[in-house]
Structures are given as structure tokens and as C-alpha cells.
């Protein structure tokens, strides 16, 4: 799982905490039905234990909940910066061909704000993160998604963005 050249490029806290992320083993999707309700039960176990990692580390930093179907998911997330919170809308959709393919996180109201965007505010994963979940199908799900993918798209975003000074009104 974390052996693979690309991990080199994370920190060693980021390490620590994705292995303390459960891997799912169902390999399923949103037409996948019985399966996809086996498949959603593990997502749902393995997001409670990322959350309780975060809140025993104090490091708390989304909010998501999805629809009855598990296929549409919304929430906020936040990043710190120089002692100020940075709020911000997040949202995505499972793919039809999940795990297979890893949901593309939006943050709506950043879009067209940095470089490193989709169109719809999807933050970009193709260099770092998508190779990452290709090589891990299906252990990997929406809590990786947040700490490998949502995660560091934050943490070398925000400071940029605030740089620029384009992050005011997102300060809590």
C-alpha cells in the first residue's frame, strides 16, 4: 500500500494517518446494488475511523454526509492558516464506474480561483493522487479520497490562494 514510489512525496504524518485509515474490500459500485449496499457499509466504517483519528489527533477538519443511495455526498471542509479558519463547501458524486474510478471532489465556491481546478470547482488529482488510487482499488475509498487527495490540494492551496489574497471571505 505505502511502498510504492509515490509515497515519497508525502510527509510522514500523512503516512501514519492513511495507515490507520481501514481498506475496504468490496469491490462495488452504485450499480452494484446488494454489493454497492456492502461496499457503502465499509465506506461508512472506514470514514468513523478517519474521523476518530482526526478528533483523537485534534485534527478535525471536514464534515460530510451522504443521500439515502450513498451516491451523492456534501459537507464543509476547512484549512488553518497563519491562526485563521478557511471554510469551504465540498461536494461529490461517486462514479458510476467506482472504485474503479475515484470521486472527484469539488469545492464549488473556489472555482476558477487556482490553476490547479476543473471546471465545477474540481480540485485537480491527476498527477499525484489518481496513480495512487489506480495502484490500491478497491482498499481505497472516500476517507482516502479526503486525506490523500482533499487533504494536501488544501494544504498547498489555501496558503497560495491567501497569498493572493482571494481567501478573505472564507475566513471564519
Not at 474521523?51 to 471536514?62: M, P, Q, T
Amino acid at each position: 500500500l505505502l511502498s510504492n514510489p509515490l509515497t515519497a512525496i508525502m510527509d510522514q504524518n500523512t503516512k501514519n494517518t492513511v495507515q490507520k485509515i481501514p481498506l475496504l474490500k468490496t469491490k462495488a459500485g452504485p450499480r452494484d446494488k446488494d454489493a454497492w449496499a456492502a461496499r457503502l457499509k465499509e465506506e461508512l466504517m472506514s470514514l468513523i475511523s478517519y474521523v476518530k483519528v482526526n478528533k483523537a489527533e485534534d485534527k478535525d477538519w471536514f464534515r460530510i454526509e451522504c443521500n439515502k443511495t450513498g451516491t451523492r455526498w456534501t459537507g464543509k471542509c476547512w484549512y488553518y492558516y497563519d491562526r485563521v479558519r478557511y471554510e469551504f463547501d465540498v461536494e461529490f458524486d461517486i462514479p458510476v464506474t467506482y472504485p474503479a474510478a475515484a470521486p472527484e471532489i469539488m469545492l464549488p465556491q473556489l472555482e476558477g480561483m487556482t490553476a490547479k481546478m476543473y471546471r465545477g470547482g474540481k480540485i485537480c488529482q491527476t498527477q499525484h493522487f489518481e496513480p495512487l488510487w489506480t495502484r490500491n482499488v478497491p482498499a481505497f475509498g472516500i476517507a482516502h479520497a479526503l486525506a490523500l487527495g482533499l487533504g494536501p490540494w488544501l494544504a498547498a492551496e489555501v496558503p497560495d490562494l491567501c497569498g493572493r489574497g482571494m481567501l478573505e471571505k472564507f475566513a471564519q
